[in-house]
T-cell receptor, first 116, second 114 residues
Framework: EPEVTQTPSHQVTQMGQEVILRCVPISNHLYFYWYRQILGQKVEFLVSFYNNEISEKSEIFDDQFSVERPDGSNFTLKIRSTKLEDSAMYFC??????????????FGPGTRLTVL | AQSVSQHNHHVILSEAASLELGCNYSYGGTVNLFWYVQYPGQHLQLLLKYFSGDPLVKGIKGFEAEFIKSKFSFNLRKPSVQWSDTAEYFCAVKTKAAGNKLTFGGGTRVLVKP
C-alpha cells in the first residue's frame, strides 16, 4: 500500500538556522498538509496546499514558514529562522481529490525537529 | 471554532479487557469524524471514519465507534484488547466551515499489559 514518506526522521538545528522538512505524498494525491505536535500537546494544523498554492493556513503559519512543491513528487516545509518553540514533531499528510468517500488524510511518519 | 476533547489521557488495562475511549467535539453543523492510531515509532494510521449513514462505524483491527449526534460524541470501542493495541489514539473532526483541516483531540495513550 502506498505511503507518505518524510525525511529526515530527526533534525537537530541551532536557533536561527533555516530548516527544510521534506515529504513525498502518495503519488495520485492532490491535497497536501503539514501538521505539528509539540511534545505533550495536540496535533495542530499548519497549512494545506492544493493546485500549487496554499489553500488554508493557521495562525501558527507565520512569515517564518513557507511550503513548496518544487517538483512533481516532493512537498517541503521551510522554517526560515528557527526558534526554540519550533521544536516539535512535524507531520505531512496527503489526500486524493474526489468524492467524500476518499476524504481521508494519510499521514507520514513525522520529522522530529529539535531546536537548540 | 470547532474543538475536540478526549477525556482520558492515559488508560492502562489488561489483555482481553474491553476498551472505550471518549471523544467529544464542539460544532453544531455537519461533521466528519475520524479515529487515528499511532503505534510506537510509527505514523498516524486511520482506524475508522464517519461521514454519514449508520452511526455505528466498524474499522480495522476490531475497533468500532458510535456517533451520537445529540451528545456530540464519537467514542471508540474494542470488546477485547490485545497487547498489540498499545498505542496512542487520536480523535479528529473535519467540518465544512473549517475547510480542509483536521482538528485533533489531545490523544489517549493506551497501555495493554500482557
Amino acid at each position: 500500500e502506498p505511503e507518505v514518506t518524510q525525511t529526515p526522521s530527526h533534525q537537530v538545528t541551532q536557533m536561527g538556522q533555516e530548516v527544510i522538512l521534506r515529504c513525498v505524498p502518495i503519488s495520485n494525491h492532490l491535497y497536501f498538509y503539514w501538521y505539528r505536535q509539540i511534545l505533550g500537546q495536540k496535533v495542530e494544523f499548519l497549512v494545506s496546499f492544493y493546485n500549487n498554492e496554499i489553500s488554508e493556513k493557521s495562525e501558527i503559519f507565520d512569515d517564518q514558514f513557507s511550503v513548496e512543491r518544487p517538483d512533481g513528487s516532493n512537498f517541503t516545509l521551510k522554517i526560515r529562522s528557527t526558534k526554540l518553540e519550533d521544536s516539535a514533531m512535524y507531520f505531512c499528510a496527503s489526500r486524493p481529490e474526489g468524492v467524500r468517500a476518499t476524504d481521508t488524510q494519510y499521514f507520514g511518519p513525522g520529522t522530529r525537529l529539535t531546536v537548540l | 471554532a470547532q474543538s475536540v476533547s478526549q477525556h482520558n489521557h492515559h488508560v492502562i488495562l489488561s489483555e482481553a479487557a474491553s476498551l472505550e475511549l471518549g471523544c467529544n467535539y464542539s460544532y453544531g453543523g455537519t461533521v466528519n469524524l475520524f479515529w487515528y492510531v499511532q503505534y510506537p515509532g510509527q505514523h498516524l494510521q486511520l482506524l475508522l471514519k464517519y461521514f454519514s449513514g449508520d452511526p455505528l462505524v466498524k474499522g480495522i483491527k476490531g475497533f468500532e465507534a458510535e456517533f451520537i449526534k445529540s451528545k456530540f460524541s464519537f467514542n471508540l470501542r474494542k470488546p477485547s484488547v490485545q497487547w498489540s493495541d498499545t498505542a496512542e489514539y487520536f480523535c479528529a473532526v473535519k467540518t465544512k466551515a473549517a475547510g480542509n483541516k483536521l482538528t485533533f483531540g489531545g490523544g489517549t495513550r493506551v497501555l495493554v499489559k500482557p
